[in-house]
Each structure stands twice: as C-alpha cells, then as structure tokens.
C-alpha cells in the first residue's frame, strides 16, 4: 500500500508540485524547471474505472506539451527509486563511469609497458571496527550493506596504491547490482583556491550539470551517491603531514564540510598520504563533537608483499642475487618487474644496473615506438625534469592542460627545435608539445581531466629527488616545500645507496625545515640508521627494515604498533622508550645476548617476536600488580570514559593529552590496566573492558 503523503515528500524533493488532478485514487506530479516539462501519473489503486482516468489524463497533458509518463509502482521505495534513476540517467551515468575506469587501467597499461594492468592488494591495517576481509570487498560492504553514515579513511605512503584502491572501489560499485551512482574525484595540489567546500561543489556540478546540487546532497546523505575522494592530502597545503603531532586546526573546516554531509547513510571515502591527524586526541575530539551520526573506519595500506606480487621462482632470483629487497617493496618498482616476462626478468636482475633507471629507460622507449616521439630517453628525462623544476617552484603538482603545454615548450624550446629537426616531415614545435603532453609519463587530473600531473607519486618523486641531487649550490637556496620533499624521499626508498645519501646530504642542509619526527623517517628511509639523537618522538605503524638502531640515543619516545625486521638495537641507546603492539623479526641486540627486559628504561607492551630473542619468554614482561590504581591510571580511566566508553582510542592520543607524565610512565600505567583486565590493548588502539564497566564506572566516579 501506497502511503501518499511520503508518496508527496519523495516528489517534492525532486521538484515537482502536486497536480489539481490528484485524488485520492490517482497521483499527478508535474516539472517546470528549465526546458524541461513533465509529468508523471501514479495510480494508487488498480481498476478499469482508473485506467481510463490515467489514459485520459495522459492525453490531455501531452496535448499541452507535457512529456507524459505513467508510473505503476507497488510502494514509495520504488518510487524514490525510479525518480533517481531518472534524474541521475543512472544507466548512462553507469557506463561513463566504466569508461572513465577502463581510461585508468588503460593508463596504468601502459605504464607497465603493455602487460595488463592488474589490482594486487598489499597488506593492511584496519581500525575502529572488527571487520575482516579483503580491502576492496570490504569497503564495498560497507558503502552497499550499511544503513548509518560512514567515513572510511585510506592511508598510504605516496606511491603505494591509494589512487589504484580508489579506483577498484569505484569499479566494485559499479559492477555491483545496487542502484547507486558514485562520484569519484582525484584532487590535485596547484596553485588555485584550496577551499574544499567550492572544490565539492565544483565536483558535483560537473558529475551531474543538470542537476541541482542540494538534490545531489541529498542523495549522497541518503547513501545513493558514494563520494570517492582521491588524494585529499593534495589540499593540505600547510600540513606537514609526516609530524607526529597532529594539525587538525588547519583542516578542520574540510572536515566539518564531510561532517555535514555525514548524516542518515552517506558514505565517504578519503584517501590521503598517511598522517598523525586521523589517529590522534584532536581528531576525536572532533568526532565527539559529531555524536553518534556516523561512524569511522580507517584503513592504512602496508608496504607490498614482494613475495606475494611476484611469486616464488622470481622472489628467489631476487635472492639468488643478493638483491636488497627491502628497497624494492615499492609497488610500482613491483608491477614493473611483475610485468616483465621471464627472460626480461632475469635479464632485468641480473645485468646489475639499477632498476629505477631501467624502469625509465624501457617506458622512455616504448614512448619513441607508440607516439613516434624521435626525443631519445636521455632528452625525454631532461624535458620532463625541466617541467617537474618549475612544478617545484610552483609548489605543485599539476596544472591547467594549456599551463601544463606552456611549461613543456618554455623550459625545453631549444631541446624542443633540435628534436623537431630530427624528423623527416618536421612538426611544428606545438605538435611536439602535444605528443610529449600525452606522454605516458603523464595522466590527466581533476574531476574533468582537465589538469595534467604525472603518472604517480613515484615518478614525480624520482623526479624531485634527481633534482634536488643535481643543485649545484645549498638546498637553502631554494623555497621547495616539505610536501614535496617528502615525496622524494619516499620514491627515493628503492633508489641505490649512494643516491639516497647523496640526498640525505641535501636535506640535512636545510633540516631546520623539518621537525624531528620527519627527520627520524628521513634518516631510516634513506640511510637505514638514526644520524642523530631525538627525543619525544611518537612512532605509529612505521615498518622498520634493516634498519640498525645502535649508532644514535633516542630518548622519551614511544613506538605503537611498529614491525621491525632484520634489525639492530644497542639498548643503552634507548632511553625511556616505550613499545606497544610492536613485532619483531629476525632482530638482534648489541651485544647478542642482550634481551630488552633487562633494560628498565624499556616498556614492552602486547609486542611479540618471530626467529628472534630479544624479548623475554612471554610477549609482555608486567610490573607487580598493586592493589590499588595510582593517580596516573586513574588519570587515563577517566580520559578514556570523557570520550565515549565504549569507543576505542589511539594510544598515541592518550599517551599525549596525560599532562606530566613522561611517556614511559603513562605507558607503565596503560600496561598496568591491562593486567588488571580493566582495557584491552590492540594494535594502535585501547579500549575499556566491557565486562568491567561496572567497576570502571566505581573508578571514575
């Protein structure tokens, strides 16, 4: 049975108004806006009487130039859903998104140099839920199956797939059978305004142009309309997004704005380089400040599996070769080599040079054979480097189609003329210009593609890392932005050892820039080691590989949920540290017998180990029990109970908002309550122990 009051409701949020024709037994709606005139007959009930009423009905509107429609529907659901299928033109909308996901993997083809394009899933964490399973089923679930609001945060450092997983995401709706017409938009850093409520508008004006854009709200709150936002980190101008300490003041009107749409069954999806400002105290509090309208998910992308990516017969010819993996576990350097067939492999391993310069060189020549482009590799990298040194001045990383053109032809004319002469038929130098604007190297940006950046955070990081390498004077002298410095370095982690020195060595020059927490990740990124002493650091779900810990004293810091592989530790060097939810493989101490329980400085907390013995027999090693709670765990139970008892917290928040406690006493009293089996530790996160709320409740009260 109709109920004809929603019935109305439904209508009018589409616009139409109620027709003098309607009865209680038929339904007129009609549409005056723009060119378009319409109207739609409901029956409410089914007799021969009716029929001819609608028929009657139809005819006369259409005699008036009405586009007539009459709509047998059994209850207001298919209504709503009809009208939705109307306005959004859900089947053409459906196909445009498929085209615009077959362009991606289009691209990525080639630049894999013609192996198909393929979605291999790294390892990840989740948080704030239980759910299991693979990423992109998951999130799907979520967007499909979830009546309440969601935002669903996806973290990874620049390179490792954030822009490849939005995308998937994109495809698994798509190819689902729900009725939903997603948006997805790939925000780009440029020189433009950054104000993230326009930049939505904008986005929603060009997916639907004829559509209202409060109707287009109104369907993303009603979860028929996923947003799918790529790259959300490209907006965060003056974030330095490495810092431990979180920033949330200066995006915090960005967040209201995904606040507000966050009501009844929106969904959201944000992906973002990884950053302290999604697991820290400010961000709860501004999620509190929300209630309970929406929940939160956040999913941080994990280095690759080689093994996984490649196999076993090729991971063992890495090793065969004494190859330094942990360099390589970079997905695009992975997709390369998983492209290669099996003698290009070998031969691709085994010749010695190294593999970045290699994966250049082979993309550069494909580009001569695809466009026709006579540029040799050598002058195509020179081009491009010219390009990417002006984007660095800009602080940007991509630009208007036509600005993009200038910048080729401006900072390469001369190479340009003399690559122009090397045709039989000369080209003019805006031919020229055109091939190299469709490079593969490049990929358009923007909701309508009408910016061009590079193909991915790696190949522009490559980029910046050479030049800054090639600067003949100080890095002072420059005005390059920690972003995109950040980038080089992380692009930088598959380069060879003497490249990622040498660029150590720059960036030291100006490491008044940075804080020491970004510092802490350059010098392991890049030299595998800590260069010097640091203090009150906070280390989240970091993976240390190879990297020797004995040189340098790091004091009043804490690790959460860290991996450490193949690693060296003197433990007189770590001074008050704490670590929580860590593991470890394959480590050792200095001197090799060391463990870390003999060193009371050290908290171990859930930490676990695997083919090593750094740890005592038992993963935790607890101080005795007391019978009562001291004033400091009290403080915490009463931190954790402020902010909604049965949500889970980040460690790190915690850890930072207790006030004069030394970080390895706030994490004694947190290993404390955890013996007492008053809050569970997992991971990053600690939450109360159901089962003792009632105690708890005593506690703080």
């Known amino acids: ?144 199956k979830e009546d309440k609001a969601h935002l669903i945060i996806i973290e990874a450092a620049a390179g490792y797939g954030k822009t490849s997983t939005a995308y998937e995401i994109l495809d698994s709706l798509i190819q689902s059978d729900s009725i939903l017409s997603p948006i997805l938009t790939e925000l780009a850093r440029n020189r433009g305004a950054n104000i993230f409520r326009y930049i939505l508008l904008d986005v929603i004006d060009k997916e639907f142009p004829t559509l209202n854009s409060e109707l287009v709200i109104k369907e993303i709150q009603k979860g028929r309309v996923p947003l799918i936002i790529d790259g959300f980190d490209e907006l965060l101008d003056k974030v ?21 749409l966050l009501i009844d069954k929106a969904k959201i999806v944000l992906t973002t380089r990884k950053t ?17 309208k929406f929940e939160i998910i956040r999913i941080a992308i994990k280095e690759p599996s080689i093994k996984d990516w490649l196999g076993q017969e090729r991971f063992q010819i ?42 250049f060189q082979r993309m550069l020549e494909r580009e001569k054979d695809r466009q026709n482009l006579l540029a040799t590799p050598e002058t195509q990298l020179i081009i491009f ?26 900072q390469n004319i001369k190479l340009l003329e003399s690559t122009r002469l090397l045709y039989p038929e000369k080209p003019t130098i805006d031919n020229l210009v055109d091939i190299l604007a469709n490079h593969a190297l490049l990929d358009r940006k923007g909701s309508d593609g009408n910016k061009i950046g590079f193909i991915n955070d790696f190949v522009l990081g490559v980029f910046i890392g050479e030049i800054i390498n090639d600067i003949d004077s100080s890095l002072t002298h420059t005005s390059y932005s920690a972003y995109m410095i950040e980038l080089a370095v992380t692009a930088y982690k598959v380069q060879s050892e003497e490249k990622r020195l040498l660029l150590w060595q720059r960036i030291n020059q100006v490491y008044t820039r940075f804080s020491d927490y970004s510092l802490f990740i350059f010098d392991v990124v890049l030299l595998n080691q800590t260069k010097s002493n640091y203090t009150g650091l906070t280390i989240k779900e970091i993976s240390f590989i190879a990297t020797d810990f004995s040189h340098n004293v790091i004091k009043e810091s804490v690790f959460i949920n860290c991996t450490f592989k193949n690693c060296y530790f003197d433990l007189t060097k770590l001074q008050g540290i704490s670590f929580i939810s860590c593991q470890f493989h394959r480590c050792k101490c200095i001197p090799q017998e060391d463990q870390f329980n003999n060193h009371p400085e050290i908290v171990v907390i859930q930490c676990s180990q695997y083919d090593c013995l750094i740890l005592k027999d038992e993963d935790n090693y607890l101080q005795e029990s007391q019978t009562l709670i001291d004033e400091l765990e009290r403080d915490i139970l009463d931190l954790l109970w402020e902010f909604q008892m049965h949500r889970k917290h980040y460690i790190s928040a915690i850890i930072r908002k207790v006030h004069n406690a030394s970080y390895r006493r706030v994490s004694i009293a947190l290993q404390s309550l ?21 105690d708890i409740r005593k506690l703080v009260q």
Request: hydrophobic share 35%.
């Open 1 to 144: 049975m109709i109920n004809v009051n929603n019935l109305i409701k439904i209508y009018k949020s589409y616009g139409f108004e109620v027709e003098e024709h309607s009865t209680s037994e038929i339904a007129v709606f009609s549409y005056k806006q723009g060119r378009y005139f319409g109207v739609d007959i409901v029956p409410l009930i089914s007799n021969e009487q009716i029929l001819k009423e609608i028929n009657r009905l139809k005819t006369e509107y259409s005699d008036s130039g009405f586009a007539t429609t009459i709509r047998y529907i059994k209850d207001e659901e298919e209504a709503e859903i009809e009208l939705f299928r109307s306005f959004f033109s859900f089947d053409s909308t459906i196909a445009r998104l498929n085209r615009k996901y077959q362009e991606f993997v289009k691209k990525q083809t080639n630049n894999l140099l013609g192996s198909r394009y393929k979605y291999i899933t790294s390892p990840f964490e989740i948080y704030n839920t239980e759910r299991e399973g693979r990423l992109i089923e998951l999130v799907t679930d979520v967007i499909i």
């Open 240 to 260: 330095n997004l490495e810092a431990d300490i979180s920033s949330i003041e200066e995006i915090e009107p960005m967040l209201n704005t995904i606040g507000e």
């Open 276 to 292: 302290a400002i999604f697991n820290d105290y400010e961000f709860e509090q501004w999620i509190n400040k929300w209630g309970n």
């Open 318 to 359: 890495l090793e065969n070769h004494n190859m330094a993996l942990h360099h390589l576990a970079n997905p695009v350097m992975l997709a390369y080599l998983k492209s290669l067939n099996f003698e290009d492999y070998n031969s691709v391993i085994s010749n010695g040079q190294n593999l970045v310069d290699q994966y």
């Open 385 to 410: 480097k010219n390009v990417v040194r002006l984007l660095l001045e800009l602080d940007s990383t991509s630009e208007k189609k036509e600005f993009f053109k200038e910048i080729i032809k401006d």
């Open 674 to 694: 955890e013996s007492r089996g008053l809050i569970k530790i997992k991971g990053s996160e600690v939450q109360f122990q159901m089962n003792k709320i009632d």
